[in-house]
């Protein structure tokens, strides 16, 4: 009898620390995770070919701020747009741009076999860095920015996401018209509109 005691008292006791230890381990995960503060940003627009652009014509786009902007020796954007002989659009990193300058930062980039609509995540493998992507129209890219301008400090990750798609082209013109989403988080990958989750 005493041995029945004993063994359900330790069982009783196993199960109340077990208990204590999932609810804290959750009530931790709670406590340290750090919410995204900003929305998800969506928009398009017309972008020129970085050679053959009429002056100060926006050629780049400055994902945090989803501005589309001239690339100029300011360097203050993530990605410029180009026409290749051939007349796909060329996706071109500040790296490749910028030719190797101090300061520049780490872009990636990757075709997504996806529908942009439907892409509501970020890739979490398969880019290539500072490397130039000749894509097609209506073909999904996702984009991975390491700005330490942004992210250097930030306890969530080092990375911005982004997701673009060329709607349509005028060679003519040396024109784009684009759409893209960009998560403005740092560390963050959803491109589900408002505050994300993840």
């Known amino acids: 009898m005493t041995d029945t005691v004993t063994s359900t008292k330790r069982t009783f006791h196993a199960l109340v620390a077990a208990s204590v230890i999932v609810t804290f381990a959750a ?9 995204a503060s ?18 100060r014509a926006p050629t780049a786009l400055h994902l945090y701020t989803g501005t589309r902007l001239a690339a ?3 360097f203050t954007f993530d990605i410029a747009f180009d026409i290749d002989a051939s007349g796909n659009p060329v996706i071109l990193p500040l790296r490749t741009v910028a030719s190797g300058l101090a300061g520049a930062h780490t872009v990636s ?32 890219v996702a984009i991975q920015s390491l700005d330490a301008g942004l ?7 080092s990375s911005i996401y982004a ?18 989403t960009v998560d403005p988080n740092c560390g963050f990958v959803s491109f589900l509109p408002g505050i994300p989750k993840d």
């Open 38 to 55: 900003l929305a998800t940003l969506t928009d398009s627009g017309t972008v020129f070919a970085l050679n053959g652009a009429p002056a």
């Open 151 to 157: 992210c250097g400090f930030s306890v969530t990750g």
């Open 109 to 140: 980039l990757q075709n997504v076999d996806q529908d942009f609509s439907t892409l509501e995540q970020a890739p979490k493998s398969g880019y290539h860095a500072d490397t130039a992507l000749v894509t097609r129209v209506g073909q999904t």
């Open 163 to 180: 997701k673009l798609v060329v709607l349509s082209m005028n060679p003519i013109a040396r024109t784009m018209s684009i759409q893209y």
């Open 72 to 74: 100029d020796a300011s």
């Open 27 to 35: 009530a931790c995960k709670d406590f340290t995770g750090i919410p």
